[in-house]
């Protein structure tokens, strides 16, 4: 628990992208608006816009945002109902190293991507980020890095397999390859009771506690943050509540849409044994205090296809693992790209090891 955390003053009523009950219109076709408010440096934007897909799913825009012009490139997929803000700490970290140039995206349905009519999938999702990845020339063999957040992981499993000679790494965070019968996928239950609970709360200040509650662990949240010496749980709020400012409701239909996906993705293990053959690196990451995907699913990757992956699980890390450990998290990316980059040959790993020193304090 943490009650002992004081409650938070909000002056801002806008209602956050994990809106459940709001009807919120599509957005205006893109020849005739602006480019939105964005949460990311604009001194390393190269590039930001919007790409038109016309799919059999529909046709719908995905917004994008490039940053950095290095060489080595990465395309960071985010998770459930979530936007491309989520990887504000790692847009951060790699577009100011001239080594890279880094992609984010809204996912179809989400921030100031629209919606098709059609289902969604998360390989049509997966297929989205092709599109985008064809229109921006980024279709050299093994030149893209390419992590996954949740359902995020999910999408790229499926980009990986359609397009395996594209990656130089896979990484797959809090995710899972899915199950035959959806119920399966169903989220342990504290995930479950919130996201019920989320449907029916309207105050903001609400919303971005219960989340943050089931993203992140309840020790973690209490600890002091050095740096401000405030609690990681007021802090976090803080950055919640900023991005969610800056972010479009997400209409409800879409918020399902994407929820749909989830329940019904599966990679079969003949396919992850594809993935696993050609993609030079691998990492399955995941965290052991994770409120919304199992641990082990991320051993299940392992063992059903993905033998060649170097597997890792951090203790006291839940869901939002990338924001709750950024410094890991980027430490143990450079690494993986580094290795993805200069990997003619498959290195095999354990299974698991908990974070090591270089870990916990990269250098």
Same mark, same amino acid.
């Given at each position: 628990m ?21 009807k ?31 799919a ?34 790692q ?40 599109s985008l ?14 992590v996954g ?5 999910m ?6 397999f ?18 035959v ?16 609970q989320l ?7 609400e ?8 993203q ?13 010496n ?34 019904t ?23 052991? *205090? ?5 641990i082990?699913? &991320?051993? #299940?990757? /392992?063992?059903?296809? $993905?033998? !060649?992956?170097?597997? =890792? ?20 990316? *450079? ?7 200069? &990997?003619? #040959?498959? /290195?095999?790993?354990? $299974?698991? !090891?908990?974070?090591? =020193? ?6």
């Amino acid at each position: 628990m943490i009650s002992s955390v004081p409650p938070l003053d909000f002056s801002t009523s806008i209602e956050p992208t994990f809106s459940f009950l709001e009807k919120v219109e599509e957005p205006v076709p893109s020849s005739t608006r602006l480019l939105p408010a964005s949460i990311f440096n604009s001194e390393t934007c190269t590039s930001k816009g919007y790409h038109q897909i016309d799919a059999k799913s529909g046709e719908h825009e995905i917004y994008y945002e490039l940053h950095g012009s290095g060489p080595h490139r990465i395309l960071l997929i985010t998770g459930l109902n979530n936007t491309s803000f989520a990887w504000v700490k790692q847009v951060e970290h790699f577009a100011s190293d001239p080594r890279y140039s880094v992609l984010v995206f809204d996912p179809r349905g989400a921030g100031n991507s629209s919606s098709p009519e059609g289902r969604f999938t998360t390989s049509n999702m997966a297929q989205d980020a092709s599109s985008l990845l064809a229109h921006l020339g980024w279709v050299g063999e093994r030149e893209i890095h390419v992590v996954g957040v949740s359902l995020g992981g999910m999408v790229a499993l499926e980009l990986a397999f359609q397009k395996p000679t594209h990656l130089a790494s896979l990484t797959i965070c809090v995710s899972s390859s899915g199950h035959v019968f959806p119920l399966q996928n169903l989220p342990p239950w504290k995930g479950i009771k919130t996201i019920a609970q989320l449907i029916w709360t309207k105050p903001l200040e609400e919303k971005i506690r219960m989340l943050v509650e089931m993203q992140y662990p309840s020790k973690w949240l209490n600890e002091i943050d050095p740096h401000s010496n405030r609690t990681n749980f007021e802090t976090t709020v803080e950055e919640y509540h900023h991005r969610l400012n800056l972010t479009r409701p997400q209409p409800l239909r879409s918020n399902l849409s994407q929820s749909l996906a989830a329940l019904t993705h599966h990679v079969s293990p003949s396919r992850l044994r594809l993935i696993n053959e050609q993609v030079p690196k691998i990492v399955v990451l995941t965290g052991d *205090e994770d409120s919304l995907v199992r641990i082990g699913e &991320s051993a #299940r990757l /392992v063992k059903e296809g $993905l033998t !060649r992956a170097e597997a =890792v699980v951090w203790e006291g890390t839940g869901h939002a693992i990338q924001l709750q450990r950024p410094k890991w998290f980027n430490a143990l990316l *450079e690494r993986v790209f580094e290795e993805g980059r200069g &990997s003619s #040959r498959f /290195v095999v790993s354990p $299974l698991f !090891r908990s974070p090591s =020193v270089r870990f916990c304090s990269p250098s």
